[in-house]
């Protein structure tokens, strides 16, 4: 069998769960710091997973919680298919997903994922490319460190972590750090003793792209300190919905919009393909009130953190609510399980 064969031989998808699902098989789980865990997946037939791009994430099916999925990001090469390779924080007040894993998914499990996809991605425009991480926001920056090393792009990674037993792939990342291209933040729980964030963001470089992902505290601060830097040259990736994010409409946005009593004014919404229009009302979301009609939409973690139910706006001004699409993409973009409607009739390409 060739090589270019055996290149198109992919995992058969199992059961759909809107996106193409696979089966996988978890060869290694390795320790990657306190309640950290990394998990190497591979096809159980050893044959080639689908491609992925720097920065794209998975969705994983909770072993034991029946609809339960949680998104990942892939940290391992994007040019080798071989395996991917993801790391999962646990979180003591959690919703469960975390915890359910690293107490359930061992060597030689079998785990259902989907596809990668790319909310993230890296800007090939950009003349340098600036990455800060807080955390486990480490995880996606593994795998644009790779790929913009492999490429001779210019780059810098600054990482923000509360002490050497918390920082994930630290051995990984040696070879970078005596580069020159990675620096470690240590601030033993307090902040004012980390990366000076606000200075580290005070003058825009022309042609620089920032890239930041952590935890929401983290997310705030990078926002309010980058706020100055030109439209469409900061990017981000959330893993919760952050209230301290300036950026975000104040309107509990930490709170699941399926959890808020009020959640805006009514309006309607026109389905495109159908001609169908729907009443929203106060109290629920578009997409409430779509699975009440059998209108099916790709969702997974309903808080607009994941960007599964991103669906094209045809008329109208959406209310975006969402931590996921930048400013370009909102401009046709909208994501049903949390976002609304300025004017009072809004049309989606459904």
């Given at each position: 069998?060739?090589?270019?064969?055996?290149?198109?031989?992919?995992?058969?998808?199992?059961?759909?769960?809107?996106?193409?699902?696979?089966?996988?098989?978890?060869?290694?789980?390795?320790r990657q710091g306190e309640d950290i865990n990394a998990y190497e997946v591979v096809d159980p037939a050893g044959k080639l997973l689908?491609?992925?791009?720097?920065?794209?994430?998975?969705?994983?099916?909770?072993?034991?919680?029946?609809?339960?999925?949680?998104?990942?990001?892939?940290?391992?090469?994007?040019?080798?298919?071989?395996?991917?390779?993801?790391?999962?924080?646990?979180?003591?007040?959690?919703?469960?997903?975390s915890k359910a894993i690293h107490e359930r998914v061992h060597v030689n499990s079998t785990l259902t994922i989907s596809e990668p996809?790319?909310?993230?991605?890296?800007?090939?425009?950009?003349?340098?490319?600036?990455?800060?991480?807080?955390?486990?926001?480490?995880?996606?920056?593994?795998?644009?460190?790779?790929?913009?090393?492999?490429?001779?792009?210019?780059?810098?990674?600054?990482?923000?972590?509360?002490?050497?037993?918390?920082?994930?792939?630290?051995?990984?990342?040696?070879?970078?750090?005596?580069?020159?291209?990675?620096?470690?933040?240590?601030?033993?729980?307090?902040?004012?003793?980390?990366?000076?964030?606000?200075?580290?963001?005070?003058?825009?470089?022309?042609?620089?792209?920032?890239?930041?992902?952590?935890?929401?505290?983290?997310?705030?601060?990078?926002?309010?300190?980058?706020?100055?830097?030109?439209?469409?040259?900061?990017?981000?990736?959330?893993?919760?919905?952050?209230?301290?994010?300036?950026?975000?409409?104040?309107?509990?946005?930490?709170?699941?919009?399926?959890?808020?009593?009020?959640?805006?004014?009514?309006?309607?919404?026109?389905?495109?393909?159908?001609?169908?229009?729907?009443?929203?009302?106060?109290?629920?979301?578009?997409?409430?009130?779509?699975?009440?009609?059998?209108?099916?939409?790709?969702?997974?973690?309903?808080?607009?953190?994941?960007?599964?139910?991103?669906?094209?706006?045809?008329?109208?001004?959406?209310?975006?609510?969402?931590?996921?699409?930048?400013?370009?993409?909102?401009?046709s973009e909208m994501t049903v399980c949390c976002s609304r409607s300025k004017t009072p009739l809004i049309v989606l390409d459904l």
């Amino acid at each position: 069998m060739n090589a270019m064969a055996k290149q198109e031989q992919q995992p058969k998808p199992v059961q759909p769960h809107g996106r193409a699902r696979l089966q996988v098989f978890v060869r290694a789980v390795t320790r990657q710091g306190e309640d950290i865990n990394a998990y190497e997946v591979v096809d159980p037939a050893g044959k080639l997973l689908p491609a992925f791009e720097a920065g794209s994430h998975i969705d994983v099916d909770v072993p034991g919680e029946a609809g339960l999925v949680r998104q990942y990001s892939l940290c391992g090469d994007p040019e080798d298919r071989s395996r991917y390779l993801f790391a999962v924080q646990r979180e003591p007040g959690g919703r469960g997903g975390s915890k359910a894993i690293h107490e359930r998914v061992h060597v030689n499990s079998t785990l259902t994922i989907s596809e990668p996809r790319n909310n993230f991605a890296l800007r090939p425009s950009a003349r340098r490319h600036l990455l800060l991480a807080g955390g486990i926001g480490i995880t996606p920056m593994m795998a644009m460190l790779r790929h913009l090393q492999r490429t001779g792009a210019e780059y810098t990674l600054h990482y923000c972590t509360r002490s050497p037993s918390r920082t994930a792939f630290l051995d990984i990342l040696q070879p970078f750090i005596a580069e020159g291209r990675v620096s470690i933040h240590w601030d033993n729980g307090n902040p004012a003793d980390g990366l000076d964030v606000k200075a580290t963001l005070s003058a825009y470089g022309e042609g620089t792209h920032l890239y930041y992902c952590g935890p929401p505290g983290f997310m705030g601060a990078v926002a309010a300190a980058s706020a100055h830097w030109p439209s469409g040259t900061t990017h981000r990736e959330f893993f919760t919905p952050s209230a301290n994010d300036p950026a975000i409409p104040s309107q509990s946005p930490a709170e699941p919009a399926a959890a808020q009593t009020e959640l805006g004014s009514k309006f309607q919404v026109r389905l495109a393909r159908s001609g169908q229009t729907l009443d929203i009302p106060e109290d629920k979301t578009i997409l409430q009130v779509l699975r009440e009609n059998d209108v099916s939409v790709e969702t997974s973690c309903e808080l607009g953190v994941c960007g599964t139910c991103r669906t094209r706006v045809l008329e109208g001004q959406p209310d975006h609510r969402d931590f996921v699409l930048e400013a370009q993409e909102q401009q046709s973009e909208m994501t049903v399980c949390c976002s609304r409607s300025k004017t009072p009739l809004i049309v989606l390409d459904l």
